[in-house]
Structure formats: C-alpha cells, structure tokens
C-alpha cells in the first residue's frame, strides 16, 4: 500500500451526455466510483475525490475536493486536488475509465522517471487522465489560468498542461496486461450499455 503517493479521483464533469452522474452508475450491484475506489484502494492508503456535488459522495467516506476555479474542466479537478494533496508525488484517474485495473496503476508507478507527469499511450495515443502527476505542476496550472483571463484562445485544458508540463508517454498496447477495456471511455448511454456488458463476463 503506498503512502507516498496519493489517489486521485476526478468526479466533476457534468455528464451532460449521460444526463445523468455516470459515477453513480451501477454495474452490477456496485456504483461506477465504488468500483473505480475499489482498484485504487489496492494501491494508495490515501485517495481523494475531485467533485463539485459533495453530498453524492458522502458514503464512500473519503474527503471530497471542490474545484477552486468553476467551470474549468479537468484541470480545475486537478489543480484543486493537487493542492489538497499532502504527497509530493500523485496517480490521478477519472470516473469516466470504469473499468481500470491496479495492475495498470502499478506498472505507471513503477517507471522511474524525473519528468512532471507520466501518462501511458496506446498506439501513439495518449490517456492523459490516467497518471502520476507531481504536485509542482500547479504552478504552470496557474500561469496557463492567467493566460486563459486574458486571451480566449487559450483554452485552459488539461492538453494545454501536457504541452507546457515535461511528460513521460509510455507505450502499453503490446503489454501483456494491457486490454482494450480499461480504457474504455464512459460519457454516452451507449457507452454505459457497452461497459455493462463487458463487466458482466469479467
């Protein structure tokens, strides 16, 4: 069980695709973040949640982080956790990843690297909510904040981070604990149908 690291769980996006808390989901008999806290409990003696709704969550027991700045997206989740963060070093996910596994959150952690953030990639293609992200890239989180309040074209998005940020990308796709389902993403109905049908058979 680590304790140098902690356990991140951004919970704070607005489902208006599901129309519906997709954290709150059920697969089977357990709601979507009760599985995805299941995995990380595995790892981290210490896990945060990022969500705006704090009463939803009361029944995990878990502290529950409020985004500082409204209206942000995931980097508003990240920055305000990472500030809530009493380690150093943190292994963020998403509750739109269902379907992950700690063996995946350990291979991450193991990869010995000295850059700000570690995210795997899949074919070339990066799962930027699925990391180690160190505490000290809230400051390039605040400059890319400000330069969002004076210029619209900067989106402030978590990319806009991993452009600025040093990142590690570690290839997993030919990983013999790799599988195309954990990285299934949950944002649609039709998504959630998929996702409930894969759990089923795990």
């Known amino acids: 069980m680590r304790k140098d690291i ?18 709150l989901l059920k697969l089977g008999e357990k709601t979507v973040i009760e599985i995805i806290l299941a995995e990380m409990k595995k790892v981290f003696s210490r896990i945060i949640l990022s969500a705006n709704e704090c009463d939803d969550f009361s029944f995990l027991k878990i502290p529950v982080v409020k985004d500082s700045y409204l209206y942000r997206g ?44 570690i995210i795997p990639t899949i074919n070339s293609k990066p799962e930027r909510l699925f990391g180690v992200y160190k505490k000290s890239v809230l400051n390039i989180i605040d400059e890319i904040f400000e330069a969002s309040e004076k210029d619209k074209n900067v989106k402030g998005s978590v990319y806009d981070l991993h452009q600025k940020a040093e990142v590690e990308s570690v290839e997993i796709s030919n990983l013999s604990i ?25």
């Open 6 to 23: 902690t356990g991140i769980i951004l919970c704070g996006g607005k489902s208006s695709r599901m129309q519906t808390n997709k954290a």
């Open 74 to 117: 995931p980097l508003a989740g990240i920055y305000s956790a990472l500030q809530f963060s009493g380690t150093q070093k943190n292994f963020i996910t998403t509750c739109d990843l269902p379907l992950i596994k700690s063996e995946m959150i350990e291979y991450l952690l193991k990869i010995d690297s000295k850059k700000d953030i």
């Open 178 to 202: 790799y599988d195309e389902s954990l990285f299934l993403n949950m944002n649609t109905p039709e998504d959630y149908e998929r996702v409930k049908s894969i759990y089923r058979v795990l």
